[in-house]
């Protein structure tokens, strides 16, 4: 299957990927810029966010009505985000509509118009966007979180950015923004699907027409921060919403394969160790699990609560002990086999999307400059042993190197000893 992956270089510059499954009848493709809210100017964090806003508000040759209305009439579903080093634009069609689909999609992003009142007017809808997020607890509390990891380096900020950095940008800094990040060695186009390459490249050097580099990407690595520490932020809310986490590793250090395992096994999923014993054996919380994120130069892991603020203490000391239990071995080599398993039926179940494959075609292409298969992966994730998870979980459970925060109604006589309370602090 995988045989069928296909690269090229352009003469621009531009990357062109496609993976073919003919037996597909639709097509899922992209293009991702490499650049995300990390590369925002400092005191204009949210401009690579409001610009994935303005690319979809038309061109001089189509308004954002006729792109939508044009892109339902061939039954083709588009959409578009910005993470913090990453942009992406994206259609999923019938495969016999590509030709279409890349005409509609290249003009979005060569030839937006920037218009000034509809660039005033996205401002308000930002605005609402980040309201959508103060009036959501865990997901405030997920932003602050970020802060309290990375401090104030990029990746601590807000994607949204904040309302004085948004009102901050002008159109003409979108304008440059584009200019400057949007250049031919920053994009990759790729597709997954009933889809031909060269047909492909044609339809990219025909449909998307951007400038060269201007200047060479630079980013800095976070400096340390002061762990140890939860960020308390004080907030009149039922419940208290608990972030506890810290960094880990870059996409593509090879740990990230036992951070994947040990993240099943602490908090992916009800036979997990946060869901079974804080939810189920101690009735604590509802939303309940463990995540983790891959940048370029480092990554986040984290674990994420909502509960009573009277269960504060026996919460952190049911954390304690799972933690204990992980480090000392004895939770790992328990499950281990049947984590194993579990993590690898859901490697091959990536084989049968079509947005997942093209996910995976890019990031790794963006993480790793290589095509790394589902195949290559569970491969690499079946020599791992207990030891190495034990290893990876001995980092980064580390208490000392630990960062929290909690939002909300907050019982400070109930944090651990090894988290000194700090009055949270905004990044902006």
Known sequence: MFNKI???????????????????????????????????????????????HMMFKGTPSRSALDIARELESIGASEDGYTSQEETCYYIYLPGEQIARGMDILGDMVSNASIDDELFRREISVVASEMSDIDDTPSEIARDYFSTAVFGDHPLGHSILGYPSTVEAISRDD?????????????????????????????LVEKNFTVGREIYPKKRTPPAPIDAGKIHVFPKDTSQLSIYIGGRSFAFDDPRRYSIGVLDAILGRGPSSLLFHRLREEEGIGYRIFSFGEYFGDCGLWGIFANIDPSSTARFFEVVDSIFDDITDGTAVAERFDEIIQGVSGRIELQNDSVSGLLARLVETELYCGRWISPDETLERLLKLTPDDIVAVAEDILDRGKITAVCHGKSKSDGFPAWLEPTEGKLAR
């Open 6 to 52: 296909h690269k090229t270089v352009l003469h621009s510059g531009i990357r062109v990927l496609t993976l073919n499954m003919p037996s597909r009848r639709g097509v899922a493709a992209g293009v991702w810029i490499d650049s995300g809210s990390r590369d925002d100017p400092e005191g204009k964090e949210g401009l690579s966010h409001l610009t994935e």
């Open 174 to 202: 979108i304008v440059r923004f584009v200019e400057g990040e949007y250049c031919a060695p920053r994009l990759i186009l790729a597709a997954v699907g009933n889809i031909d390459h060269e047909e492909f490249c044609g």
